[in-house]
């Protein structure tokens, strides 16, 4: 099979039957209940400052895209960037200054995980230039899936911002808005910083946002 020519819809369905026996003994994290009504909190600058630190969770939504070109559904090809709703320029701009807001604020990052689709790839691309990534499928973009496909990407997301992360460091996610919003009701605006707090198997923790245009506030 050649696995270069499948749509991404077409490869995460057949993650999808990877994880089913997974997923089949437990409620299906697409299931899950989420918040009726999330409230974002904004963060502090002692929260940056135990950030510092290390031990958390950081998941960024890519820069700004154009919705006048959506996804090609069911047709995305994840070698083929022009079947994707596409970073703009502007976006660019976006996640190279919060990648710099991050860099200036002395946040540690040892692993960088990433959504497949080209907007979050260039996106983690230009916050991040020369930086080793990981592009994980089960960061996928679920606003066109269904339940049974959102579940592994839901559960893997779940399990990235729960699972502790190296001493003195943090874990960065670049993904997409609605699969927190599948996963706890928040639908964070493009290049939003969010802050979890990993507990391991008790779960995860949200403590706070950095939209773009706080990071000269933080930092000063």
Request: aromatic share 6%; glycine share 6%; net charge positive.
């Amino acid at each position: 099979m050649n696995f270069r020519l499948l749509s991404a819809y077409k490869l995460l369905a057949l993650a999808t039957m990877v994880v089913s026996t997974v997923a089949s003994g437990a409620a299906s994290p697409a299931s899950a209940p989420v918040a009726s009504k999330f409230a974002e909190v904004p963060a502090s600058a002692e929260l940056l400052a135990k950030v510092r630190a290390g031990g958390f969770v950081l998941y960024l939504r890519h820069g700004y895209t154009d919705n006048n070109r959506p996804d090609r559904v069911p047709d995305v090809d994840l070698n083929d960037c022009s079947t994707q709703r596409p970073l703009t320029e502007e976006g660019r701009l976006l996640a190279k200054r919060v990648g710099e807001a991050i860099s200036k604020a002395k946040l540690p990052i040892s692993e960088i995980r990433i959504s497949p689709l080209c907007r979050s790839r260039e996106s983690a691309a230009a916050a991040f230039p020369g930086k080793p990534v990981t592009i994980d499928k089960l960061l996928m973009y679920t606003a066109n899936l269904t339940d049974v496909q959102k579940a592994p990407i839901i559960a893997n997301t779940r399990s990235l911002l729960s699972t502790p992360t190296a001493q003195g460091s943090n874990r960065l996610l670049v993904a997409h808005a609605p699969n927190l919003m599948d996963l706890i009701g928040y639908f964070p605006k493009e290049g939003t910083l969010v802050i979890f707090g990993p507990k391991g198997e008790a779960g995860f923790e949200y403590l706070g946002s950095v939209a773009p245009a706080r990071w000269s506030e933080l930092l000063h």
